[in-house]
């Protein structure tokens, strides 16, 4: 069965760093591209960074650029996003999420399986 399961969520005064971590399983998962996403409260969900199935090309969303950075190790089959400088914005639900067709756009219909969710929350 494939899965993903974030964790590294938790509770950060603004200024401050976390990084989250997203264990793949059941699936080639390196062969596929991979992001994070997040939702706040009454929001829709949002694509904040993307990479592609080498680790070769990565993409941000422009509120968090210079401040995320995404990154996978295919051989523990984990992805990661480091996250400095946070933002009370930045206080979503985080979820990764993979594109067997190897998407990297921000489209999250395009992503065909889906973690449950890591909490952030920055206080101000």
């Known amino acids: 069965q494939a899965q993903l399961v974030e964790s590294g969520g938790g509770l950060v005064q603004a200024g401050g760093s976390l990084r989250l971590s997203c264990a793949a399983s059941?699936?080639?998962?390196?062969?596929?591209?991979m992001g994070w996403f997040r939702q706040a409260p009454g929001q829709e969900r949002e694509s904040v960074a993307r990479i592609t199935w080498d680790g070769g090309r990565t993409y941000y969303a422009d509120s968090v650029k210079g401040r995320f950075t995404i990154s996978r190790n295919n051989a523990k089959t984990t992805l990661y996003l480091q996250m400095n400088s946070l933002k009370p914005e930045d206080t979503a639900l985080y979820f990764c999420?993979?594109?067997?067709?190897?998407?990297?756009?921000?489209?999250?219909?395009?992503?065909?399986?889906w973690g449950q969710g890591t909490q952030v929350t920055v206080s101000s």
């Open positions: 059941g699936r080639t998962f390196s062969n596929y591209a």
């Open positions: 999420a993979a594109s067997s067709w190897g998407y990297t756009g921000i489209s999250a219909s395009n992503y065909n399986y």
